[in-house]
């Protein structure tokens, strides 16, 4: 596994990203991303929804780290949806994240499917202009995705949804993999709950390679051909969860994690939403 992907929108993509979801906006989140860039990540995954795309950035200002150095993803709330209101939200954010283009913009959900179509031309119109280099989804499932493909005239570059050894969603991620719709893991660490990263499995194969349990989670998501968004406002944590490119499960181990599925969500989730 590389520290780059490349997309089907032809744009390159740093495999680990930062997720800042519940970094509160000003400091905290604003220091989580400073840290971050400073340690390395190069790939900041926010939201409008998030309300700190402000205090990113003003952190990517702030790091010195070159703005074309670094992939910025955010994303469409539900109220942007529309396609008037769509175009307005993208303008915001790029604004508030102080920059001319965003390297990824995603719409959160599916949403409204009345709206669904026209907030994706909005996002289409945007990407032909050069203001969002890639456009992609996040939690849609099969069936969202499906009807999407009828209309689109850009196909999504990723669908970003919740994936753990404990929530595999096989039939969708190879629906995904089929249509070169690459798949973007958030909450790879099961949102730092017991359940997940203190897991007797993930905890031997950790102990047999000398790893943390989230770095074996993070190396799970890579070596299936996933983008981790691992989130972590401590400098300490941040820094490991990106050291995760030296050393790699072999084949027992990804069976022995592929073994946990069990449709453990432990987020809200909208692929089940109506089509
Ligand atoms: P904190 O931000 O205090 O470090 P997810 O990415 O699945 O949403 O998980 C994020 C949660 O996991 C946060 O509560 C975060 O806490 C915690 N976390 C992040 N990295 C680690 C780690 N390496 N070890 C233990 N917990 C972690």
Redesign the pocket.
């Known amino acids: 596994v590389g520290r780059t992907f490349t997309l089907n929108s032809g744009a390159s993509i740093p495999t680990v990203g930062l997720?800042i979801?519940?970094?509160r906006p000003g400091s905290e989140c604003f220091n989580?991303v400073l840290s971050g860039l400073r340690l390395g990540y190069r790939h900041i995954d926010t939201a409008r929804y998030y309300r700190n795309e402000a205090d990113v950035g003003k952190a990517v200002k702030q790091s010195g780290v070159p703005r074309e150095d670094i992939f910025l993803t955010s994303k469409l709330w539900l109220s942007d949806f529309g396609y008037n209101n769509a175009r307005k939200a993208i303008d915001q954010s790029l604004k508030a994240l102080s920059t001319s283009r965003v390297d990824l913009m995603l719409m959160h959900a599916p949403g409204d499917p009345d709206v669904r179509e026209e907030t994706w031309r909005a996002l289409e119109d945007a990407h032909k202009e050069g203001k969002l280099t890639s456009i992609g989804v996040s939690n849609f499932g099969i069936g969202h995705l499906e009807k999407l493909l009828k209309t689109a005239r850009v196909k999504p570059a990723v669908n970003q949804i919740e994936l753990?050894p404990f929530l595999q969603r096989r039939k969708l991620v190879d629906y995904c993999k089929g249509q070169g719709i690459t798949l973007e893991a958030?909450?790879?660490?099961?949102?730092?709950?017991s359940e997940?990263?203190d897991d007797g499995t993930v905890t031997k194969v950790a102990g047999k390679h000398g790893v943390?349990?989230?770095?074996v989670?993070i190396r799970w998501s890579l070596q299936h051909g996933f983008i981790?968004?691992?989130?972590?406002?401590?400098p300490?944590?941040?820094k490991?969860?990106l050291d995760v490119f030296g050393f790699e499960l072999d084949s027992a181990d990804m069976q022995q994690l592929d073994s946990l599925d069990r449709n453990l969500v432990?987020?809200w989730d909208p692929t089940t939403d109506p089509v």
Do not use: H
Not at 228 to 234: F, G, R, T, Y
């Open positions: 997720g979801f519940l970094s989580s753990t958030y909450s790879p660490l099961g949102k730092g709950s997940i990263l943390s349990n989230a770095q989670l981790p968004l691992p989130k972590s406002s401590k300490e944590r941040q490991s969860n432990t987020a």
